[in-house]
């Protein structure tokens, strides 16, 4: 992926792949006024996880980033978690999914769903993701 193959904000990147997914996503189940939720909860073998929804009610108090036609809704608390985050979507042999490359994070686990943070907050850390 090169740098012309996303759209950057300040707080967080997307890649055109994942731009196409989430268009798909909203198409595929009718959902056209509604946004990509993506947030970090406790969890995950590493401690935090990430987690990603379909949101048709964001929050008044949710950061709202918008990459054309496509809106990403991240909440307060997990601002610091992603800031300079790229939001990605492979689809390979193993199979498809998004992906979050984040600088934010010291160590990830093999399925890259669950992270420890470089400033050590994390969740209780439960068995791996897969």
């Known amino acids: 992926m090169t740098l012309s193959d996303t759209m950057t904000t300040g707080v967080v990147s997307i890649s055109d792949s994942a731009l196409a997914r989430v268009r798909k996503l909203l198409v595929e189940r009718n959902l056209p006024d509604h ?6 909860s406790g969890g995950g073998c590493r401690g935090m996880q990430y987690g990603m929804a379909l949101e048709g ?6 950061q709202r980033i918008s990459f054309g036609d ?5 909440d ?3 601002i610091e978690h992603l800031s300079g985050a790229l939001i990605d979507y492979v689809d390979d042999l193993m199979g498809g999914g998004f992906k979050i490359e984040n600088p934010n994070a010291k160590s990830t686990c093999g399925c890259g769903q669950s992270f420890k943070s470089k400033d050590g907050q994390s969740g209780t ?5 897969h």
């Open 35 to 40: 946004a990509l939720r993506v947030f970090v």
């Open 57 to 62: 009610s964001p929050r008044p108090d949710d």
């Open 70 to 74: 496509v809106t990403v809704v991240i």
């Open 76 to 78: 307060p608390a997990s």
């Open 125 to 129: 850390p439960e068995s791996c993701c």
